[in-house]
């Protein structure tokens, strides 16, 4: 019952939050503000679901690995889907971001509209052909800029205790460009459950891996690494 109602006083603020940076940052695009700031409004953004999951619903998190990141200055990340909650932890982690979505996401109300202003890669999963070209297109783009780029192999969230089938783009893309990868497991879906209201409290386990060599190999050997990685920090946190 607590769990629920805190849920509930989560998903207002949720609500409220979402309205207010939903529509100030396309602002931003349409008076041709730089699009940093846009971007700095939607970690903003981030950070503050983030933190009301935290205090409105209990959900902490421990974070191992961190200073992996200051190895190189950007590259291609890896992480497990499991839940909503990676996609606004993960992208503040880093300078910035260009997370791969589904396009579907971009026309919902303030929510997709957000989201848009903040450089996203949309692609459309029915199309695979034509979602491999854009990732490798704006992926080499975005990460030539300096940018992340944040890739979740298995296309969706995927229930707790199971591995979802790891696509080949994310990897193709880190053959080509020869950018490293950084894979991140978590247990985020035990506490925020895809298809489910209900926020359980509790401590989500986020590990940032060793970074993963790409220059000369086959993309086909880079997601095998990065799959078992990730799938073998999983069953440590998932005890």
């Not at 491999?132 to 296309?155: A, D, H, M, S, Y």
Request: hydrophobic residues 45%.
């Amino acid at each position: 019952m607590i769990a629920l109602f805190r849920t509930l006083v989560f998903f207002i603020y949720f609500f409220i939050i979402t309205l207010l940076f939903g529509s100030v940052m396309p602002l931003t695009r349409l008076f041709r503000l730089p699009r940093r700031w846009s971007y700095l409004l939607g970690i903003t953004w981030m950070r503050a679901v983030i933190q009301a999951l935290k205090y409105i619903c209990g959900m902490r998190y421990h974070v191992k690995g961190l200073s992996n990141l200051a190895k190189y200055p950007n590259g291609i990340i890896f992480c497990k889907h499991q839940s909503t909650w990676e996609t606004f932890f993960v992208p503040p982690l880093f300078y910035s971001v260009a997370i791969i979505l589904k396009k579907e996401l971009l026309p919902i109300p303030f929510f997709g509209w957000a989201l848009n202003t903040m450089g996203v890669i949309a692609i459309d999963r029915k199309n695979k052909l034509s979602a491999l070209t854009q990732i490798l297109e704006q992926g080499k783009e975005n990460l030539t800029k300096g940018r992340w780029v944040l890739v979740f192999p298995e296309g969706t969230r995927v229930a707790p205790g199971h591995v979802g089938k790891y696509h080949m783009s994310g990897a193709h893309l880190a053959a080509e460009t020869g950018y490293p990868v950084l894979p991140i497991a978590h247990n985020a879906g035990r506490y925020w459950p895809r298809n489910t209201f209900i926020k359980r409290p509790g401590t989500i386990q986020v590990i940032i891996g060793p970074w993963i060599q790409t220059r000369g190999r086959t993309a086909k050997d880079i997601l095998a690494d990065a799959k078992q990685w990730i799938e073998a920090e999983m069953l440590k946190i998932s005890m």
